[in-house]
C-alpha cells in the first residue's frame, strides 16, 4: 500500500524559506508522476510542483515559478519541494501526491488523476 507523508512545514516570514519533504512508501519503482498541491483557506486546491514522467521535466504553477522547485531522491522515492522568497500568498496547506500513470505537462495538476495523497503540512508566510 502506498503511503505519503509530508513533513518540513512550519511559520516563516515574507522573504523566507522552507523545504517540505514527502516520505513516499509503498512502490516497487518510481511513481510514474510526483506533485506538490495546495490549498489556501477558502480557496480551492492547486497544483504548484510536477515532476513529470520524462525523467527530468518539472513544471510549476506561473504562481511560484522561479521561487519553487521540486525535486525527488530516487535512492528512497523522497519529494522535497524548496520555497524560497515565500510571500503571505503562500500560505495554504502543502499536499503531496503521486499518479501510477504518466503524467505531463498538462495533465500533472490535475486532482482527477491523482492516486494517492499525503495528508498535509501547514505552511505560514507572515508580512
Known amino acids: 500500500q502506498v503511503h505519503l507523508v509530508e513533513s518540513g512545514g512550519g511559520s516563516v516570514q515574507a522573504g523566507g524559506s522552507l523545504t517540505l519533504s514527502c516520505a513516499v512508501s509503498?512502490?516497487?519503482?518510481?511513481?510514474?508522476?510526483g506533485a506538490w498541491f495546495r490549498q489556501a483557506p477558502g480557496k480551492e486546491r492547486e497544483g504548484v510542483a510536477g515532476?513529470?514522467?520524462?525523467?527530468?521535466?518539472?513544471d510549476y504553477a506561473e504562481s511560484v515559478m522561479g521561487r519553487f522547485t521540486i525535486s525527488q531522491d530516487l535512492s528512497n522515492f523522497t519529494m522535497y519541494l524548496q520555497m524560497n522568497n515565500l510571500n503571505p500568498e503562500d500560505t495554504a496547506i502543502y499536499y503531496c501526491?503521486?499518479?501510477?500513470?504518466?503524467?505531463?505537462?498538462?495533465?500533472?495538476?490535475?486532482?482527477?488523476?491523482?492516486?494517492?495523497w499525503g495528508r498535509g503540512t501547514q505552511v505560514t508566510v507572515s508580512s
Open positions: 501526491a503521486t499518479r501510477d500513470t504518466n503524467c505531463g505537462a498538462a495533465s500533472w495538476a490535475k486532482e482527477q488523476f491523482i492516486h494517492h
Open positions: 509503498g512502490y516497487t519503482d518510481k511513481p510514474r508522476c
Open positions: 515532476l513529470l514522467t520524462q525523467r527530468g521535466r518539472t
